[in-house]
């Protein structure tokens, strides 16, 4: 059910956010970027500057039959027209009416600096422009908001020329004046200030797009809702030119969880973190673990003492419920962990440990020993089950008994490199041997192992390895340095990670690929 008029969340992720460095997307993905957009309920969904962008002309084209939005509609932004041309005469505008969107967005001067160094045009004809681009497109059937750009930095310059910008607009049809701080250079106490005021001189409906140039993008758009404006504009996970842009899913979030604001359809609220992860792919940029609500680690314990109180209640160190946002409270194991972090990760692994105490600090105690050497098993829940489950019941934990393993790498003089790995294991007493190629010591080793093992467990056939990271450890140096290697391992339907740590980075490796497939053996039940 559409949430009316009232507010908007008017998202530019295709245009604004699209003007990051290292951000290049095709029209397809521009077409699947609106479609996930739409799925979190925003109310506008800018896709890009037509005319300007022969892509952006072919995605509004593309969208007229390809592009079924649910909750959205979508915009088209472009400037208002040249000095000394009739609106109807200049073939910007006349892009933004040939792309058929319900709605067109303007950006405008509105700082008398950039009028008479940027445009190089007088103070009234930049008037004139903005007056003459929206009525034009009103007149075509087009709702009209107008961004002002550097709107504050020129109030700060000229209290009066954004205004007579807005007045133009308005006068002419608009619906929202959105003001930009452009350059994201205000906190959120003068931009409240200079917002508050202008609504009281003006009585226009405003907007709000904040850069993030001093990390206050959604602090000063929410300041600014709290101040007034009634329309909000940000991009997927804040992507943008430089520091980014408000992000939309902090800035969605909050209204929602701590201003009491009904902006999006309450189905939408838990596609936060999946629709988050999802753009991030699409634009190649890997999620931020970090980032507020939606970010992997968001609602991520490690220091012993938040363990505890969260033992008693989860809310005592969380802000809100995860499952608000689509997200999970997880808690990390290391060094800093005590006997509650323990169990509650034990709960989280489904066992449950309230009742065997002294397994718990046995535990405890072998996790520090192990992160003293370089462990670390914060990103590596399959190694902890593993030892988990070890140190409880002595349950086996290892597919097989190991005699010994040897590698060999081949440089040939034509430049190729191969390498070679043969294991000598013992399988429910059974002696194997088996070699394994691959174009590494560690993938051969894994393609050995499997030689060895896939006849007596079948299910090591659906495993493959998915990431491979090595890290050089602090406080030693050179090439003697202690090594500690995470592997990533999926069956396709999920994936884990396991650690292993070692002076020798084969033998790191050997520990973490010996606990990537044992792992995956106890999901499938064959161990």
Excluded at 406 to 422: D, F, I, K, Q, Y
Aim: charged share 25%.
């Amino acid at each position: 059910m559409s949430l009316g008029d009232a507010f908007h969340v008017f998202d530019t992720t295709l245009r604004d956010g699209a003007q990051r460095e290292g951000v290049s997307y095709s029209v397809n993905d521009k077409l699947a970027v609106a479609r996930l957009l739409d799925e979190i309920g925003v109310g506008f969904i800018e896709g890009g500057w037509p005319g300007a962008m022969p892509k952006d002309t072919e995605f509004f084209a593309r969208a007229r039959s390809e592009l079924t939005l649910r909750n959205a509609e979508l915009v088209a932004f472009g400037s208002t027209r040249r000095a000394g041309v009739r609106a109807a005469e200049d073939r910007q505008v006349l892009a933004l009416r040939d792309a058929e969107t319900p709605v067109v967005c303007l950006v405008a001067k509105s700082d008398i600096r950039h009028v008479e160094r940027a445009l190089r045009t007088t103070l009234e004809e930049n008037l004139a422009m903005v007056s003459d681009t929206v009525a034009f497109l009103v007149a075509e059937g087009r709702r009209v908001f107008l961004d002002c750009e550097h709107f504050f930095d020129g109030y700060a310059a000229d209290r009066d020329y954004g205004l007579r910008v807005l007045s133009a607009a308005f006068e002419a049809g608009a619906d929202v004046g959105v003001l930009c701080d452009t350059n994201g250079g205000m906190l959120p106490m003068g931009l409240g200030r200079v917002v508050a005021e202008v609504a009281s001189r003006t009585g226009f409906r405003l907007g709000i797009h904040c850069q993030d140039d001093t990390g206050c993008a959604v602090a000063n758009t929410l300041a600014a809702v709290e101040a007034g404006v009634t329309h909000v504009q940000g991009t997927a996970n804040g992507y943008g030119e430089r520091a980014g842009n408000a992000d939309t899913f902090s800035v969605i979030a909050g209204l929602v969880t701590k201003m009491g604001r009904s902006v999006v359809p309450d189905r939408c609220l838990p596609e936060l973190v999946r629709v988050s992860h999802a753009i991030a792919e699409l634009a190649n940029i890997a999620p931020d673990t970090h980032q507020p609500y939606v970010g992997s680690s968001a609602f991520a314990h490690k220091a012993g003492l938040h363990a505890s109180a969260i033992k008693v209640s989860a809310e005592l160190y969380n802000h809100l419920d995860p499952a608000v946002v689509g997200n999970d409270m997880r808690i990390l194991v290391t060094e800093m962990a005590g006997r509650a972090s323990v169990e509650l990760k034990g709960r989280e692994l489904g066992i449950d440990l309230s009742a065997q105490p002294d397994a718990v600090g046995r535990v405890v105690s072998r996790v520090k020993e192990l992160e003293a050497d370089g462990w670390s098993f914060e990103a590596a829940d399959a190694s902890f089950e593993l030892l988990l489950r070890a140190e409880l019941d002595g349950a086996r934990t290892a597919a097989f008994t190991l005699e010994s393993y040897r590698v060999l790498v081949e440089h040939w003089g034509n430049g190729s490199v191969l390498s070679e790995a043969t294991v000598k294991l013992y399988v429910d007493g059974e002696r194997i041997i088996a070699t394994g190629e691959g174009n590494g010591p560690v993938n051969a080793l894994d393609q050995a192992l499997r030689t060895a093992l896939t006849r007596r467990y079948p299910a090591l056939a659906a495993m493959e390895l998915a990431d491979y990271k090595v890290r050089i450890l602090a406080g030693r140096a050179g090439t003697g340095a202690v090594t500690r290697v995470l592997i990533e391992t999926t069956d396709g339907a999920s994936a884990w990670t396991t650690v292993g740590v070692h002076e020798n980075v084969i033998e790191a490796s050997w520990h973490a690929l010996v606990d990537a497939l044992s792992y995956g053996l106890r999901r499938h039940s064959q161990l």
